[in-house]
């Protein structure tokens, strides 16, 4: 069965420094894997995906991820953060044979203190 | 694109009524998902349809839960009786295929007194 896991609930960074959103997965076969965005009271935003190819992706508002096979990660990553860049980030699983649903993880908590 | 549309936005309703939840998916999309959010579950996938058909329903919590789609643009989720324990944010999701990921709708808040 595939999961996901998130392991940290709650990560905190002050805005200008780099942040680090960590992600792992388990899946059959090679993974789809997909990051959202959850600000309050709204649906879910994708930001970005990993379907096959270069290992480091490229997203929305300057968000990037890292995947790594060998440690089935998938951590997101930013290089300068913003405080408008708090919210509640989800990664997500999918697999080739897996119908198209997707796995998300519990949901970490990132806040950008000024 | 007015991407998927859910309604109501809000719903308070009491202990043992029927509560029915209503979504439009983005028009050719294929798959519709049905998700809960909950603070002590997190998002929690309980139905969802390829083509208008049920695929997979095993995460609907009670035969109280019920899922129809009876065409490609017209959604429900519907819950009778309804308990407590049912007031969470209902997500509905549209989208492609699995590879291109989903598009979510804004979600009905229910509040179940």
């Not at chain 1, 089935?72 to 860049?85: C, R, Y």
């Not at chain 1, 509640?88 to 970490?108: D, E, M, R």
Request: hydrophobic share 35%; with cysteine; glycine share 8%.
């Amino acid at each position: 069965a595939q999961s996901v896991a998130q392991p940290e609930d709650q990560v905190n960074v002050a805005e200008g420094n780099p942040l680090t959103v960590k992600c792992t997965y388990s899946v059959s076969g090679n993974p789809y894997l997909f990051w959202y965005v959850q600000y309050p009271n709204r649906g879910l935003q994708f930001l970005l995906k990993y379907i096959t190819g270069d290992n480091l992706v490229k997203g929305s508002y300057g968000f990037e991820a890292e995947f790594n096979k060998s440690q089935t990660s998938f951590h997101l990553k930013k290089p300068s953060a913003l405080v408008s860049d708090s919210a509640l980030y989800f990664c997500a699983v999918s697999g080739y044979n897996q119908g198209g649903k997707l796995i998300f993880g519990q949901g970490t908590e990132l806040s950008v203190k000024p | 694109d007015a991407g998927v549309i859910q309604s109501p936005r809000h719903e308070v309703t009491e202990m043992g009524q029927e509560v029915t939840l209503r979504c439009k998916p983005i028009s050719g999309h294929d798959y519709l998902f049905w998700y809960r959010q909950t603070m002590m579950r997190g998002l929690e996938l309980l139905i969802y349809f390829n083509n208008n058909v049920p695929i997979d329903d095993s995460g609907m919590p009670e035969d109280r839960f019920s899922a129809k789609m009876p065409n490609a643009s017209f959604s429900t989720l519907k819950i009778q009786p309804s308990e407590p324990r049912d007031s969470a944010v209902y997500f509905c999701a549209s989208s492609q295929q699995s590879f291109y990921g989903y598009t979510f709708g804004s979600g009905t808040r229910l509040t179940v007194v």
